[in-house]
């Protein structure tokens, strides 16, 4: 990681750590012991990569980072409860999550589901919250609630995990003509929905217009993928101390990028899809030093 | 039940359950199987009282029942989403809702979960909608989807589940002085937040100022009061075919108000709020006519 990218996520880190201990601060209607369960997953070492994203997207488009924490947080909550739901015993059934037991293995099943509903809800409740903070115009604000909605449920990530689910056994199977359009169509929607989301939020808070706008979603798209075909090729040669993974979707039998293209194919796709998503930050000329940096980072990253 | 309230159920059933329908219309990107389980519950022969309570409260304030309708769409996904994950074995372990399997004994636990998941985030997004379309001012659209937040969240409905599964089992020892505050607490949360943020999301669709809107809200926390007492009372006189329930309150040793007040005792409390639910109403005169009913129909129904 460069020393400006580490800067930068470093800072948009304890930014948005300290406005989401302020959202989830002990309150007199609030059950401790799901503050405790929520707070758990929201603080185990996640690398803030959407409220980064939410943040630099916003100031790309002229507004202080500080004017869109709550929706950056917003965003941080919304992908941790997907890991504490995909993590569940009826789900994918991983009793480990960056090297820590998972939300269900600490605080039981009921718990880690209403943690997890917690923070869904949560999220639309501090994104309300920041729009009126900075006075956003209704269209907007309805736009920046429908847009994380969007990439947040049953179209986006929440589909994701659906078809992934469905998907499953597909690996064994890679001579069908529809794996690799299956593949994309599930982490398009798995990861790429919610990171899409994330840069159209940044833009919105910022009152963008629709050519910004048009031009972070497609960057999000791009490293939204490239993201997820890293992971797959860390998953096959990667550390798996440094992952905090037990297990691997290799000997799962899944459908990866790895599998399907090798692991040279799929770094030469995901090279590709950065170097688009950098062509797509030209208009914000070096406000968008950070972003053009994290593209990078998300192909060369060893976790 | 009266007729003009039959015909006003009636009525705004039909309506929400076609926005529903159109909220939930096939989409490409939307997997069939979470669809079909998201509608499966959302179908399954809900009263729709969030709903009416979401259109009577706007109409009482101005404005018409048809400009809110994506919003009482959303409060009932959002009851149907807490009753899906309510259901599961993690929690209630529930195998019949309204004489119906349960979401997960049909589709499975992990479509059932995220079934869940999708309602509950369609929800914000057909609230944006609804904002947009009537073109909703910033400040009245950031409150909106904070105050559903806020009553569906950990602090809300959210939290008085996590509230419900700790005190079980307090039933077993009434003599403890605080078991008639935490029963009030649980219920203030698990089904009164809802209720009020019904109420009051309407009141904010028609742009009412803050007296119209604080009546309807305290119209609402007695009304959902009520109708939590009716539902215990129910539990022991009830007719276990009409309610469509398997089991009951009474035989888990749950702590309830008919047993902690006895039936009639019980009954006596829920008249005392319907009655102040009444007077609340005044503001509105004869707009009011259908949440005059209502009120008197929580405590009069058999199921």
Same mark, same amino acid.
């Given at each position: 990681m460069s020393s400006l990218l580490a800067r930068a996520m470093g800072k948009n880190t304890a930014a948005v750590d300290s406005a989401m201990e302020e959202l989830l601060a002990p309150a007199p209607d609030l059950p401790e012991s799901v503050r405790k369960a929520m707070r758990y997953s929201l603080f185990a *070492?996640?690398?803030r990569l959407r409220p980064t994203l939410v943040l630099e997207a916003a100031a790309c488009c002229g507004l202080p980072a500080r004017k869109a924490l709550k929706t950056a947080a917003a965003l941080e909550m919304i992908h941790t409860y997907s890991l504490i739901h995909d993590d569940l015993p009826a789900m994918d @059934? @991983? @009793? $480990?999550r960056r090297g820590k037991p998972t939300n269900h293995k600490v605080f039981g099943e009921a718990l880690a589901i209403l943690a997890g509903d917690g923070l869904l809800t949560k999220a639309f409740e501090a994104a309300a919250l920041n729009a009126a903070e900075i006075r956003l115009n209704g269209k907007a604000t309805a736009e920046l609630i429908r847009v994380v909605a969007y990439g947040a449920g049953a179209e986006g990530m929440v589909g994701g995990q659906v078809a992934d689910l469905e998907a499953e056994g597909l690996g064994k199977n $890679? #001579? #069908?003509?529809?794996a690799a359009k299956t593949l994309e169509s599930v982490h398009r929607r798995k990861t790429g929905a919610l990171i899409v989301a994330s840069l159209e939020a940044g833009a919105l808070l910022a009152g963008a217009g629709a050519r910004w706008r048009e031009a972070l979603r497609s960057y999000g798209e791009c490293v939204g993928l490239a993201f997820q075909i890293a992971d797959d090729v860390l998953d096959v040669v990667g550390d798996k101390k440094k992952m905090g993974?037990? *297990? #691997?979707d290799r000997d799962n039998g899944k459908l990866t990028y790895a599998a399907l293209y090798g692991v040279d194919g799929a770094r030469a796709k995901a090279r590709a899809l950065v170097e688009t998503a950098h062509a797509r930050l030209k208009p914000f000329g070096a406000r968008a030093a950070v972003l053009h940096e994290l593209a990078d980072y998300i192909i060369e990253r060893d976790k």
């Amino acid at each position: 990681m460069s020393s400006l990218l580490a800067r930068a996520m470093g800072k948009n880190t304890a930014a948005v750590d300290s406005a989401m201990e302020e959202l989830l601060a002990p309150a007199p209607d609030l059950p401790e012991s799901v503050r405790k369960a929520m707070r758990y997953s929201l603080f185990a *070492g996640g690398k803030r990569l959407r409220p980064t994203l939410v943040l630099e997207a916003a100031a790309c488009c002229g507004l202080p980072a500080r004017k869109a924490l709550k929706t950056a947080a917003a965003l941080e909550m919304i992908h941790t409860y997907s890991l504490i739901h995909d993590d569940l015993p009826a789900m994918d @059934d @991983d @009793d $480990l999550r960056r090297g820590k037991p998972t939300n269900h293995k600490v605080f039981g099943e009921a718990l880690a589901i209403l943690a997890g509903d917690g923070l869904l809800t949560k999220a639309f409740e501090a994104a309300a919250l920041n729009a009126a903070e900075i006075r956003l115009n209704g269209k907007a604000t309805a736009e920046l609630i429908r847009v994380v909605a969007y990439g947040a449920g049953a179209e986006g990530m929440v589909g994701g995990q659906v078809a992934d689910l469905e998907a499953e056994g597909l690996g064994k199977n $890679l #001579s #069908s003509a529809c794996a690799a359009k299956t593949l994309e169509s599930v982490h398009r929607r798995k990861t790429g929905a919610l990171i899409v989301a994330s840069l159209e939020a940044g833009a919105l808070l910022a009152g963008a217009g629709a050519r910004w706008r048009e031009a972070l979603r497609s960057y999000g798209e791009c490293v939204g993928l490239a993201f997820q075909i890293a992971d797959d090729v860390l998953d096959v040669v990667g550390d798996k101390k440094k992952m905090g993974k037990r *297990g #691997s979707d290799r000997d799962n039998g899944k459908l990866t990028y790895a599998a399907l293209y090798g692991v040279d194919g799929a770094r030469a796709k995901a090279r590709a899809l950065v170097e688009t998503a950098h062509a797509r930050l030209k208009p914000f000329g070096a406000r968008a030093a950070v972003l053009h940096e994290l593209a990078d980072y998300i192909i060369e990253r060893d976790k």
